[in-house]
């Protein structure tokens, strides 16, 4: 069983910046793919960013790409969003994802993960 716990949410102006951490409990945490997904009230959740638990390679959303970075510290079992330039339509609550050791090296398919969090609250005021 692996316990995923995010934090760092909060309300941030438009135009901050948050990072997000998710830390991870598990042995093998290093072959685990990590991702991040939000969900804003009244819509489906969406994928975020995703980083391969191989190489560290890593996808973003279009929404996301060029404004937010994911990475990961093995040494802390931790992995970190972080997001700049925040726009009021970044408002959700954002979730991390750990999917089991596979020879999938990532996946952007909330189904494909097999851990959750609860989840943490990020507001972007305008």
């Known amino acids: 069983q692996v316990h995923v716990v995010e934090s760092g949410g909060g309300l941030v102006p438009a135009g901050g910046s948050l990072r997000l951490s998710c830390s991870a409990s598990?042995?093998?945490?290093?072959?685990?793919?990590m991702g991040w997904f939000r969900q804003a009230p009244g819509k489906e959740r969406e994928f975020v960013a995703a980083?391969?638990?191989?190489?560290?390679?890593?996808r973003y959303s279009d929404s996301v790409k060029g404004r937010s970075t994911i990475s990961r510290d093995g040494a802390k079992n931790t992995v970190y969003l972080q997001m700049n330039s925040l726009k009021s339509e970044d408002t959700a609550v954002y979730y991390c994802?750990?999917?089991?050791?596979?020879?999938?090296?990532?996946?952007?398919?909330?189904?494909?993960?097999?851990?959750w969090g609860q989840g943490t609250q990020v507001t972007v005021s305008s």
């Open positions: 980083i391969s638990w191989s190489d560290d390679s890593t």
């Open positions: 994802a750990a999917r089991s050791p596979s020879t999938v090296l990532m996946t952007t398919t909330p189904s494909n993960y097999n851990y």
């Open positions: 598990g042995r093998t945490f290093s072959r685990y793919g």
